[in-house]
């Protein structure tokens, strides 16, 4: 019985394909699928076989008719007159519409906002132009610390700064908000900084704060190594470096493993193995007092880093220029990202 | 700051090599930016002594020379200044190689048989040193082989110092925490001092009138002195570590300094009038004229060394030209002071100098050092330059600086840190870092070191202990605390929407610097400057932009002379303008701002090729407004006899939130793009405040909508919101919505009209129409039309 009915699918099979007009079709499948047809003939002696084996030659019999039912419906349509409506050159792209693009620097942006987002880390915004008490001193920079200067740091005529950071967001989130604090703050921040290939007075810097009881740079290590890893990859190491900043105390500087080379050494590392991401930190006592925080009940991690040279590692963006040029040569290379 | 591993190690026995080292820097918190590897290689090397040096005609600078290299005489041709008969010099045989790898031959230059090449530190690979040839201490046994002087290798390692901390720019200092990260003993420097009978308070005076700017200010006494060079391998020392050699008492000042941190000044006692010094503040107006032989008009906050006459010193930064030590120096003040580092930075600023000095007294000196380090340089003096070093000190102290009592609590560390410390490494860490620990209690007392003005609190000691321990002790632990902090800021929130919405429609965004510099008769008109900046990086950056639309235009005539003239463009970003004084969040918006310009639909096989215009862009607001559920937005446009071109503002329940229009051709023929840019700017606060929070469905229709269709010809000036306005008062209240879907202007229709077509929708929510009804509608719509407007059916 498997035999006939594997027999029968291809002969009629075969049939069906060759039948060259609709007027052939039609016998093929009087001559296979009517309730005379073959097909209905090998149905009849489905009695005969075996009560074991009955349900599965029926089952093999309803598949043959429903696949020789759509190979005719197949037939069917290919040998209609078509209407012109799909007489067409399929060949052609479609007609198009407007395609629209993030900038890298979102792509990045979001990615980072996104992932200290599910760290449960909120974001804070603050102005561009500054005061110096938020820039500067409630960030414990000493009065006489060069990042102050004017040929560092561009003031306005009425002694405002335009921000050279986006700490002072973290002053002004600490001023109107008790501990827990949890926030990143993402933003343009500006520098006295001539522009070339690497160097832009303007750019771009996420920094993040966590103040509450208990809170430990074990844990700032921890959170930077989350973060770094759902970044550049899960085989990404962190290591911290002494450094010096006002803002904290301890101060570390950030170093990953290179994502690019996966600590190998590369141009990129510069054969190093390691990569300079940003600074972090304790928060200095002196800033939680400044605020109104008492550091002996509160203590708190601080950390930033650099988004436009995260874009230009991640894309291959060897000029920062490019970044701000507003070429749409460049621009439309990002269409294929749709970030959160 | 440049540390030398040779020099290093004369205070601790380094564990590590010079490649290990650079390491333990960084992990001691000094970044190394570069590391200079000095090994000479003296092969075919010798002493030579120049007998004759001719310069050679026809060149400007070469000469020849007779140079005798043991029992030799060999013709050596030299490009160097310094080349001169008599000089000792060591001289490169063939066969020998320079540090970049070149092999000396016999060649010939300008028609002259070269021999070799006579060296100097670069080319021995011995230091960075382009000054002219080395000049061999006269007792350098000619023929000898240069080895036999010159074996001498190091590893210099180019490290950036942290401002806070000064005992870093020392070889002393960073030799100290080395010695305590590994726990190894310290190996004291002693310099042996002969002093004679006289006493340096018989020869020098001094006064201290500004005691604030000078804590402390000793001088000591050495007359007799020979000016003459430092010993060979010193001045080799201060090459690799940056210095010029000058002299030995210059030298032996410098040399002190890099290895102690304590700046150091040297007079000639013959320039100072009366044998006084005063430390006083400059006159104002005062002129002075500093080593550089530079003058400088001081302030009356500018700190002077002076004798009875005049200026003798800048204090704390540069000696005086009038007092330095020359060729025929016998008698020579040392000075050793404490100047504070307040005063040193002003006057430092203000004059625009940084020099090796100001640098560390900026820092902070150890004001209790002194007294060694005068010491020192005296016996380092009569070592090298002989003479009689006179008796004891003039030493002015009279406010003693003391070290600062700390109160520390070992616990806080694990506290602060998350991983626990043992009480008894961070007690042996302090003390090896220089703190006077009193650990007997709980509350533990420790006293920081004056060399260590950075110390000065609880969580500075818990910094040493972890940055001496090693930071990568700090275990990786993440916080399973839930914090709840609140929402994102709403006008972030909604400029990631609007970024969304904008891109959904085509939109490329761009990120553009937030300066410039407005090009009146080149930028639209009408547009505001911003926020003037008081020192702008470039003259293209003066003002803080108060529009972004204006350099956007300039973006897009960029890419149109690329051949890019389809664009929409967006940025999101802030523009200024003057605020309140004193709060500088009034001083900006956030906006978000479009430029749309070229076809309506993108090349294709199959679009229409009309450009776009203003309905394109009214139609990017009305999506913008939609998709952003703005509570009543109205995009409401200017009469265009009024303002002179298309444009309107979108205006939000009471509030304005910014601008839109069309510049014509003439106005963008000025940046060179030949067709009408359509623009938006409008502001992200305002839109954030005015969107509908609530939304509730509405019951789909029970009953079927009936629609008719109407066209009408009437004036080209009636509005179509007014013949809206007049639908809907004759309508009644069935009409559900019209809209336009034809709309033309043709001279077939009567000079000055025009034909509306628009849809009419009805429905009744609770029963179904009959056409009757739906008639009489119309009827009176048409009625009203013509009436009010003149329009006739067509």
Redesign the interface.
Known sequence: MRDEISKLRDEAAEALRSASDLTALEQVSVKYLSRKGLVAGLFKQLGKVDAAERPIIGQLLNDLKQQLENLEAERTLALKPRSKEFDVDTTLPGRGTWIGSYHPLTIVMREITDIFGRMGFRVADGPEIELVKYNFDMLNTPPWHPSRDESDTIYLPNGFVVRTETSPVQVRTMEKQDPPVRIISPGRVYRRDRPDATHSPMFHQVEGLYVDKGVTMAELKGTLLAFYKELFGQDTKLRFRPHFFPFTEPSAEVDITCPFCKAEGCRICKYTTWLEMGGSGMVDPNVLQGVGYDPEIYSGFAFGLGIDRIAMLRFGIPNIRLLFDSDVRFLRQFSGFTPR | MLLSYKWLSEFVTLPVSPEQLADVL????L?VEAVHTYAPNLDNVVIGEILECAPIEGTNHLSLTKTRVGGETLSIVCGAPNARAGLKVVAMLAGSKTAEGMVIKKAKLRGQESHGMLASEQELGLAPSHAGIIECPADWEVGAPAAKYLQDSDTVYDVEI????PDFLSHIGVARDIAAKFKLPWKPKSYDLNECVRKSTDFVRVKISAPVACPRYLTRGVTGVKIAPAPYEVQLRLLRCGVRPISNVVDVTNYLMLETGQPLHAFDARYIADNSIDIRFAGAGESFVTLDEKEHKLQSHDLLIADSKHGIALAGIMGGLNSEIREDTTDVVIECAYFD??HV?RTAKSLGMSTDSSRRF?RGCDPNQVPYVAAATAALIQQWGGGEVLSGVVDDYPRPIVPVEIAFRPEKTE?????QYDFAEIEDTLTRLGCEVSAHSSAWTVKAPTHRPDLE?E??L??EI??VQG??Q??????S?????????P??RLR?QV?DI??????????????WNPEPRLDPPGLPAG????????DE?KY?QGSVLAP?LR??A??FE?G?RD???FET??V?REGV??D??T??KQVVAGLLVGRR???????TKEPSDFFDLKSVLEFLALKLSLDKPDIFCYDLDTVGFLSGQLRVGEQVAGDFGLWPREVCAARDIDASVAWFELDLSVLAANRRSEFAFEPLPRFPIAWRDLSVVLDHSVPFAELVSTVRGAAGNLLQSVWPFDVFVSDKLGVGKKSVAFRLEFLHPERSLDAAEVDAAIQSIVTKLQQEHSAELR
Do not use: C, H
């Open positions: 960084t992990w001691l918190g970044e942290t401002p806070n901390r580092p307040v930075r900026e506290a602060l840190i998350g991983v609190r969580v500075d818990i910094e972890v940055r930071y990568d700090i275990p990786t632990s993440e916080s605390k839930v914090v709840l902090t609140g929402k994102d800021d006008v972030v990631r970024e904008l891109v959904a429609q085509g939109f490329l965004q761009t990120v553009s610097l937030s300066m926020v003037e900046v008081a020192n702008p990086v470039t950056m803080l956007m973006a897009a960029a890419n690329r890019d664009l929409r463009l970003t802030r200024f004084a004193g500088p969040r001083w900006e639909y993108p090349s294709g096989w199959s679009q």
